[in-house]
């Protein structure tokens, strides 16, 4: 009876009731068509993040992550802000050229985020002088906006592993 209230702290934990879900359609196939609470299943992958907490490396990321939270909540807001100028700035470049594909600033987001995050699909592109010469300081910022990240967190990382070692 010992084990007792560690099993039903385990039934009643978030993994525990996860894993109920998990198998309860497999218990209640009772020739009733259930292959819509099967889907279920599914929720078994949240299984896998058990996992974390036996990884040195994933305490320190999280650790590493925890240490740099202000400058990614900061960098992330200034993204925000950048990626709204750089729509309002094609919206404004293209409009009069290509007013099917620049109909608004929300439309012009969706070049904006292919843009700055250096995919760029070529489904939206400039023609005019004005927008090529845009696009490339907003490809500039770009570059930008997936190397800061990386260097913070590299550097927390860093700083994590230094902390450890402590």
């Given at each position: 009876?010992?084990?007792?209230?560690?099993?039903?702290?385990?039934?009643?934990?978030?993994?525990?009731?996860?894993?109920?879900?998990?198998?309860?359609?497999?218990?209640?196939?009772?020739?009733l068509?259930?292959?819509?609470?099967r889907?279920?299943?599914?929720?078994?992958?949240?299984?896998?993040?058990?996992?974390?907490?036996?990884?040195?490396?994933?305490?320190?990321?999280?650790?590493?992550?925890?240490?740099?939270?202000?400058?990614?909540?900061?960098?992330?807001?200034?993204?925000?802000?950048?990626?709204?100028?750089?729509?309002v700035?094609?919206?404004?470049?293209?409009?009069?050229?290509?007013?099917?594909?620049?109909?608004?600033?929300?439309?012009?987001?969706?070049?904006?985020?292919?843009?700055l995050?250096?995919?760029?699909?070529?489904?939206?592109?400039?023609?005019?002088?004005?927008?090529?010469?845009?696009?490339?300081?907003?490809?500039?910022?770009?570059?930008?906006?997936?190397?800061?990240?990386?260097?913070?967190?590299?550097?927390?990382?860093?700083?994590?592993?230094?902390?450890?070692?402590?």
């Amino acid at each position: 009876m010992g084990g007792l209230p560690n099993r039903w702290s385990f039934v009643t934990s978030f993994f525990g009731v996860i894993d109920l879900v998990a198998i309860l359609p497999f218990y209640l196939t009772t020739g009733l068509d259930l292959r819509v609470v099967r889907a279920f299943r599914l929720l078994r992958l949240f299984r896998i993040l058990k996992l974390a907490r036996y990884s040195k490396a994933m305490n320190r990321f999280s650790v590493a992550l925890s240490l740099a939270k202000e400058e990614l909540v900061l960098f992330l807001a200034m993204s925000a802000v950048v990626l709204y100028l750089s729509a309002v700035g094609i919206y404004y470049f293209e409009n009069t050229a290509q007013p099917e594909a620049f109909k608004s600033v929300f439309h012009s987001l969706w070049w904006s985020v292919t843009t700055l995050t250096t995919v760029g699909y070529g489904d939206m592109y400039p023609v005019t002088a004005g927008g090529k010469a845009f696009t490339f300081i907003v490809l500039l910022v770009g570059l930008g906006l997936v190397s800061v990240p990386a260097g913070l967190i590299a550097s927390a990382l860093s700083k994590a592993r230094e902390l450890e070692s402590d």
